[in-house]
C-alpha cells in the first residue's frame, strides 16, 4: 500500500511537470515543425511571460488567471514584432545562422530582464483556492500539481480540435507536412508563420507562468530549461502536439523518478536516453519516418 502511494505520488509530481513542459513546448514543436526554424530563444518567450504574470500580481494586483491571459498576449505582441523584423530575415538562412542569431536573443533576453528586475528569483503567490492538499482517495496531493495536470490535458485537447477540426489547423499540418504544395494551393504562408509564432509564444508565456511556482523564475531560465524544451520536441517529433504531450508527461516522469533516486545523476540519464532514441528514430518516437 506504502508503495503504490508511493508510485502515485511519483507519477502525479512527474506529469505536474511534465505538463509545464508541455505547455512551453508545443509552441517551439509547432513553429520548428511549420518553418523549420531552430528557435533556441524560445525559453525567453516562456521567461518573459513568467515574468509578465509574476510583476502583474505584484505591481497591479491583478488576480493569477488575468495575469496568465496578460502575459500570454503581450508575449504574443513582443513575439510578432521580432518575428516581423528579425526572424522572417533569416527564415531561408542557414541553420548556424538561426542558431547564432537566436543564441544571441536569448542573452539580450537575460541582460535586458538582469538590469530592469534584477537577478532575484521571483516567487509565484499562487491563489489560496490552488494552496493545500487535494484528496484522491488513496493520498492527498499538492492542489497546484493537480491543476497544472487538468490544465494540460485541456490545453492538448483544446489544441488537438483546433488542429483537426478548423480551417487553419488544416493550413498548419498542411504546411507542415508539404509546404511547397501548400503555397501553391495560394495559402499565405507568412502571415501563417506570423500567427502561429504569436501563438507558440503565447502559450510559452503561459506554460512560463504556470510553471514559475514549479521550475523557479531568474533571468537563467531560457538556459537552465533549454535542453528540456528542445528534448521534448525531438523526441515528441517536430510538429506533432499529441508527441509533444506523450513525450513531455514521459520526461517529467522519468526526470522525477530519477532526481529521487538517482540525486546525484539523475538527469544524466535522460540525456543518454534522447541520444539513443535519436540514434534509432531521428525523427522522433511519434514524427514521421521521412
Known sequence: ??????????????????????????GLSVTMGLMGFVNLAHGAFAMLGGYI?????????????????????????????LERLLYSRLYKAAELDQVLFTIGLVFIFISAVTLIVGPENQPLFIPDALRGQLNLGILHYRTYSIF????????????????????????????????????????????????????????????????????????????KYLVFFLIVVAVGGPGRVFGAFYAAALIGVLDFALKKYLPQGGTLFIYVLTILLLLWRPQGLFGKSA
Not at 502583474?56 to 496568465?68: H, N, T, Y
Open 1 to 26: 500500500m506504502i508503495f503504490g502511494i508511493d508510485v502515485a505520488s511519483m507519477v502525479l509530481g512527474g506529469l505536474a511537470a511534465g505538463m509545464v513542459l508541455f505547455i512551453v513546448s508545443v
Open 53 to 81: 504574470v509574476v510583476l502583474a500580481m505584484k505591481s497591479w494586483g491583478i488576480g493569477f488567471v488575468p495575469a496568465l491571459a496578460v502575459g500570454f498576449i503581450l508575449t504574443a505582441a513582443v513575439s510578432i514584432i
Open 148 to 223: 497544472l495536470i487538468v490544465v494540460g490535458v485541456t490545453i492538448v485537447l483544446g489544441l488537438w480540435l483546433g488542429f483537426e477540426r478548423t480551417r487553419f489547423g488544416a493550413q498548419i499540418r498542411a504546411a507542415v507536412d508539404n509546404r511547397r504544395m501548400t503555397e501553391s494551393l495560394g495559402i499565405n504562408i507568412d502571415r501563417l508563420f506570423t500567427i502561429t509564432f504569436a501563438f507558440g509564444s503565447g502559450m510559452a508565456a503561459l506554460g512560463g507562468g504556470l510553471g514559475a511556482e514549479f521550475l523557479g523564475l531568474d533571468p537563467q531560465y531560457p538556459l
